[in-house]
Each structure stands twice: as C-alpha cells, then as structure tokens.
C-alpha cells in the first residue's frame, strides 16, 4: 500500500474562525457595530467547525423535495428539507440574521446583521434566500400598519417555527416574495395575476407566479392587479382560523446551483390576500423589500468571494510545486493578492452600504440618498465580479478543485445566482440612471463619498473626473453599464483610500483605476506588496 501513501495534499480547513477577517472586522468598527465583534467570533467559529461544514455539504446533496398530496389523496404543496437544512436555517434565524434588526433599537444593528450573513453565508448560501426575505420583507409590511403590528414581532423573531401552521400560533415566522411571471419575469407590469376584492377587506387572488423561492414561509407579500392597478398583497400559507389557504405548487424549479434552497411556481386560485400599501401602489410599496434584497445580493457576493479565497490561499499555502510551496512563487502569490484586493474591495462596500441603510431608517436623509444610488451600484458590480473570483480561486486548486468534495463546485455554481435575483445587470444599470433622473440629491450623496478621498491618490482623483464626463453624456442608456462600473469602481477605491492599508489602496487603484492591469486575476503591476495582500487576506490559516 506504499502507492497510497497521501502526501503533499493540504489538511482540512476546519476549526478556524470565518470571522477572523480583517477586512469585514474593520469594516464592521467604522460602521459603528464593533459591538457585534464577540457575536461574530463565536458564529465565525461555528462556521468554520466541521460539523457546520457537514449541514452545507448536506442540505445540498439532500434537495429539497415537493410533495403535493398526502397518501389519502388531499393536497399538502409541502416542501420536505434535509435536517442540516433546518439547522442551519436555526442558527441563521437564531442569531437574528432575519428580521430582527428592526426591532433592535441599537445603532448599527443593521450592519451587525449583514456582517452577520457575510459569515454565515460562507458556510452555506442558499439557506439565506428565505432568510433574505424575511429581512427585508418588514419594510414593506409598514405600509399597512394592521398587518405589521400582527406578523412584525413574528418576523422579528429569533425563534426558528418551522412547518405550516396558523402564524399567531407559531414562535417565529418567515416570509417570501411572488413577483414574476413568466410572460414578464423583470417586467413587473405585465402580470396578469388578478385580485378581486371580496368585500370584507380581503381580496381573492387568481394567477401563477414563474420563481418563488423557498415556498415554505409562512407568508409571501405578492403582486397582482387590482381594480386600481398593480397592488401588492399579503398571503399567508395558512389562514388565521389554521385552514390551508390555496397555494399550490406546481413544481421546484431544476436550478443551476442554490441547489439546498426550493424554488417554486405556485398557482392561486380564490387564494385570500391582505392589501399591502394602497391600491395601486404596488411597485412602491414592494420596492422596499427589494432595496434589501439587493443589499444582500452585495453582501451574499461579497461573502462567496471570501470563502473562495480563503480556500485558494490555504490551499496554496500547503500545496509544494516545482521545489517549493506555490504560495512562494510569484506568479501564484500575484493571483492571490489580486483575488485579495477584489474581495477587499467588495466587503468594503457591502459592508458601507449596510451602514447607510443602518443610519438610513434612522432618519439620515444623505444616507438614505447615497443607498438609494449605491445599492443598485454595488448590487451591480460586486455581483458581476463574483462568478470570475470564485473560478480564478477553483483555478488555484486545479484539479482538486474541480472535484465537489473540495466545496468550490458549489460556490461556483451558486455565484452568478444574485447578479441575476431581484434584478439582473441591465436593470439594475437602467435603476441608477432612474435615480440619476428623479433624485438628483443621491447623486449629491455619492459625489460627497467620493469627495472624501479627494486628494489622496491621484489615480483615484482622476478616476473620479473622468467619470463627471462620463456623466454627462446626452444619452447615457447605450453607456449605462460603462457608467455603472465606472461609479462601482470609484467608490470603490474612495473606501479602500480611506480605510484600507496602503498596500491594498495602491493595488486596487493601480490596476482597477489606473489601468495598469491585464482584466485577468493575477496581472497586478509590478511594485505591489503581493505579500502584505495575502497575509492580510487569510490571518486564521497560517
């Protein structure tokens, strides 16, 4: 058996702490949530244990399965989920990584929560899904202030409820969405789902929704046409008097990665519906839930980029190759730092975009400005960038990598998921030339961001000019996406000026910047502090 004898393969990463980041930690202190550091470290901990690993490898080689009818015939439109999936939904909902930053009144809770998700996150994706929702499903709930005093505190809740029963009786709710529709899909306008009042305040809805995910929750804020126009509504699964409202699923959708979650397209047929906001108002009353949404479409692709880093540069660091350990050879040590700097660069903005809703829903008015532009900004580029990160770090694995067991075929199946839920790229670039339009003060807020690096670095200086021009063209929509990643890019480099080591600033704005860079992982220019980028990147694997 001397064959078999295992050498020069690197040990299981297990047993570190995910939060043992320097990036989100710093992060997490300048968004005024460094309170939240011991939480994270004790869940950064779990995360990283083996047996947190074991329920992601789980819950997605178990999927989620439908069953539509009970043995006797009736029908239960039921979705059944391994049990590494509710576990990780428990610890999800138990560290209130859901709804309840809403009710917790200490400032910088909504930063907490993200940072939350950016670590939790990396253990598993798709769990987060309903978890999403759930967040920023109470926003939106606000609009009918009956409705959020009875469902809010559920949602709120920390209290993990599963399986389908009336929701006052329950410790803890979650919720979802049904929005699209196959003959629409983005083009919320064209639903043909209808809501015919009843006369008793609720309506009765009629139609089918095209992707519903996790159709397990206990309530769904849904879209469809009223007598005044497109309404949003809220659906329970189960009525208050504990009978099944009519929510059937015709069938979980074959998706490409998100495999541990169950996406739907459920049928409503006289399904009992509560208005949401006022008739009519439906786009502007959901809009809100879908501000965070993309929030953690940001923070969920910024938190994939980091688990595909983190096992790149450990892999590297045991891996020995052509006489020498591969993190030592300068090419290797170049794409490392340069996957350092792109997910430095990414948790850097999700984490200042969970700090400006934080200060937000506070009744910041100039933050609330900058969120309104800078969401679908980040939602943009960061998502974008996450599907090449995640395949430049398999590429450090070579063929190790290309194998499940290694965990990077999962993350670089769920990467291109959130650049295209709640939005794909070109409406989310059509949505900031809008704000450009209607709110001229968000554009004042973003200018203000990036003022505060002004004079710092001059590639970033004059990054930031040639994007006033850029802005000022006649007809911006045929350059939308250039603008967007222009402003993505800017804003960028003004956080890491500011707030990163000067290693990481030089890098990003000498090749994202300045254009001293090959648009392939691994071309930074030379003179960059390749080492001080990896060792900052990875402290918990040396």
């Given at each position: 058996m001397g064959t078999h004898e295992v050498v020069n393969q690197p040990p299981p990463l297990a047993g570190h702490d995910i939060a043992a980041d320097a990036a989100l930690l710093e992060a997490v202190e300048r968004e005024g949530a460094g309170w939240a550091a011991d939480d994270l470290h004790r869940l950064g901990k779990l995360g990283g244990g083996e047996e947190a690993q074991r329920w992601g490898d789980e819950a997605n080689r178990h999927e989620p399965r439908l069953l539509t009818h009970d043995r006797y015939g009736h029908r239960t439109d039921e979705v059944d989920f391994h049990p590494s999936w509710h576990r990780l939904m428990d610890v999800a909902v138990a560290e209130g990584l859901a709804g309840t930053p809403w009710s917790d009144p200490r400032p910088g809770a909504h930063v907490a929560r993200a940072a939350g998700l950016f670590v939790w996150g990396q253990v598993e994706a798709g769990h987060t899904c309903p978890i999403s929702m759930t967040y920023a499903v109470l926003p939106a709930l606000r609009h009918s202030p009956e409705l959020s005093a009875a469902y809010g505190p559920l949602l709120a809740?920390?209290?993990?409820?599963?399986?389908?029963?009336?929701?006052?009786?329950?410790?803890?709710?979650?919720?979802?969405?049904?929005?699209?529709?196959?003959?629409?899909?983005?083009?919320?306008?064209?639903?043909?789902?209808?809501?015919?009042?009843?006369?008793?305040?609720?309506?009765?809805?009629?139609?089918?929704?095209?992707?519903?995910?996790?159709?397990?929750?206990?309530?769904?804020?849904?879209?469809?046409?009223?007598?005044?126009?497109?309404?949003?509504?809220?659906?329970?699964?189960?009525?208050?008097?504990?009978?099944?409202?009519?929510?059937?699923?015709?069938?979980?959708?074959?998706?490409?990665?998100?495999?541990?979650?169950?996406?739907?397209?459920?049928?409503?047929?006289?399904?009992?519906?509560?208005?949401?906001?006022?008739?009519?108002?439906?786009?502007?009353?959901?809009?809100?839930?879908?501000?965070?949404?993309?929030?953690?479409?940001?923070?969920?692709?910024?938190?994939?980029?980091?688990?595909?880093?983190?096992?790149?540069v450990h892999h590297v660091r045991h891996r020995s190759a052509f006489g020498g350990p591969l993190i030592g050879k300068p090419l290797m040590r170049n794409v490392c730092a340069d996957l350092a700097v792109e997910t430095e660069a990414a948790t850097a903005l999700a984490l200042r975009l969970a700090g400006a809703?934080?200060?937000?829903?506070?009744?910041?008015?100039?933050?609330?400005?900058?969120?309104?532009?800078?969401?679908?900004?980040?939602?943009?580029?960061?998502?974008?960038?996450?599907?090449?990160?995640?395949?430049?770090?398999?590429?450090?694995?070579?063929?190790?990598?290309?194998?499940?067991?290694?965990?990077?075929?999962?993350?670089?199946?769920?990467?291109?998921?959130?650049?295209?839920?709640?939005?794909?790229?070109?409406?989310?670039?059509?949505?900031?030339?809008?704000?450009?339009?209607?709110?001229?003060?968000?554009?004042?807020?973003?200018?203000?961001?990036?003022?505060?690096?002004?004079?710092?670095?001059?590639r970033l200086d004059e990054a930031a000019?040639?994007?006033?021009?850029?802005?000022?063209?006649?007809?911006?929509?045929?350059?939308?996406?250039?603008?967007?990643?222009?402003?993505?890019?800017?804003?960028?480099?003004?956080?890491?000026?500011?707030?990163?080591?000067?290693?990481?600033?030089?890098?990003?704005?000498?090749?994202?910047?300045?254009g001293d860079w090959g648009h392939t992982f691994g071309t930074l220019p030379a003179g960059v502090d390749t080492a001080a980028l990896t060792d900052r990147a990875l402290p918990a694997a040396r």
């Open positions: 809740s920390r209290a993990y409820d599963p399986g389908l029963r009336a929701p006052q009786t329950k410790r803890g709710l979650l919720a979802g969405m049904g929005m699209t529709e196959k003959q629409g899909g983005s083009d919320v306008r064209a639903n043909s789902t209808t809501a015919t009042p009843a006369g008793d305040g609720t309506y009765r809805l009629r139609g089918h929704k095209w992707f519903t995910s996790a159709p397990m929750c206990d309530l769904f804020l849904v879209l469809a046409r009223a007598p005044a126009g497109l309404s949003c509504f809220l659906v329970p699964r189960v009525l208050p008097d504990g009978s099944r409202n009519t929510f059937r699923i015709q069938r979980l959708k074959d998706k490409l990665g998100n495999r541990s979650n169950a996406s739907s397209e459920p049928e409503f047929e006289d399904t009992v519906a509560w208005p949401v906001g006022a008739e009519g108002d439906g786009i502007r009353t959901i809009i809100d839930m879908v501000a965070m949404t993309r929030l953690d479409c940001v923070t969920g692709s910024a938190s994939g980029m980091r688990a595909a880093l983190v096992q790149a809703v934080d200060r937000g829903v506070r009744g910041n008015a100039a933050e609330r400005a900058f969120s309104r532009l800078a969401v679908p900004i980040g939602k943009f580029w960061v998502c974008k960038r996450q599907p090449a990160v995640v395949g430049e770090a398999l590429e450090c694995l070579g063929g190790n990598g290309y194998v499940e067991d290694s965990g990077l075929p999962r993350l670089y199946r769920d990467a291109p998921l959130n650049s295209i839920w709640e939005g794909s790229g070109n409406v989310q670039a059509l949505d900031v030339l809008r704000a450009l339009r209607r709110d001229p003060g968000s554009l004042d807020a973003y200018r203000a961001e990036i003022d505060a690096a002004a004079g710092a670095d001059r000019a040639g994007l006033t021009a850029l802005l000022a063209a006649d007809d911006p929509e045929p350059q939308a996406r250039r603008i967007v990643e222009r402003m993505a890019l800017v804003l960028q480099g003004a956080l890491l000026v500011r707030h990163a080591p000067h290693a990481v600033a030089d890098a990003f704005c000498a090749s994202r910047l300045a």
